[in-house]
């Protein structure tokens, strides 16, 4: 049992505002990865962490920017929120040939 | 770019029945991992099913399996014996190296 964490679970924000989204794990995994859901949609690559350095990133805009700390936590910052940044992100961290998803924060952005 | 499709929207299975949901991929890379994950309304995305592009056989979990074609490049998941609790939005990806891709989704239902 991996036991992802996200916090908040739900989060409001306005348009233009910034938020941090955190990431976290029992177990000791090195290697995470951010995705954001939009509405009735799959997921997409935002970006991943390997050893606190970010080592992929799909088609998301600096804004989009992240951390990983010593004791493997992360956390996802979006700057100058936009309405299409209302989504659900989800993080997962990289086991052995699979990923172990944490349940998501929900963003809305008015 | 890898590219993941999923043709089939919604799909609809009676409860012992077996169903078949579609996926084809687009890939240069000869290695990587294709997976099938549900994610039910409480959101979080679980591991159906994995197979590694170097083998050959097709990976099965209990009532879960996979066809896996790799020169065609799909990936479906057949689900047998159908139950209500696998309802569910079924998402297939696809991971090499650099990258993870999902498809758009297929909303699975299980009618009783």
């Known amino acids: 049992e991996t036991g992802v964490t996200q916090s908040p679970t739900h989060l409001i924000k306005t348009r233009g505002q910034q938020v941090t989204l955190r990431c976290s794990s029992q177990?000791?995994?090195?290697?995470v990865s951010w995705y954001q859901q939009a509405l009735g949609q799959g997921p997409q690559f935002i970006f991943q962490?390997?050893?606190?350095?970010?080592?992929g990133r799909g088609n998301f805009p600096p804004r989009f920017s992240g951390l990983q700390f010593p004791n493997y936590s992360s956390e996802l910052n979006v700057n100058a929120l936009e309405l299409d940044d209302s989504a659900l992100y989800l993080c997962?961290?990289?086991?052995?040939?699979?990923?172990?998803f944490g349940p998501g924060t929900r963003l809305t952005v008015l | 770019a890898q590219t993941v499709t999923q043709s089939q929207p919604e799909m609809s299975v009676q409860e012992a029945e077996t169903v078949t949901l579609s996926c084809t991929y687009d890939t240069s890379e000869s290695d990587y991992y294709l997976f099938w994950y549900k994610q039910p309304p409480s959101r979080q995305m679980i591991l159906v099913i994995r197979?590694?592009?170097?083998?050959?056989q097709n990976a099965t979990e209990n009532r879960f399996s996979v066809n896996f074609q790799k020169a065609a490049k799909s990936f479906s998941l057949k689900i047998s014996d159908s139950q209500l609790g696998d309802a569910a939005m079924y998402f297939c990806a696809y991971r090499d190296n650099n990258d993870m891709r999902f498809g758009a989704g297929t909303r699975l239902t299980v009618k009783p």
């Open positions: 997962a961290i990289r086991g052995w040939n699979e990923q172990f």
């Open positions: 177990s000791g995994h090195n290697t």
């Open positions: 197979q590694e592009a170097y083998k050959q």
């Open positions: 962490y390997y050893r606190e350095e970010e080592n």
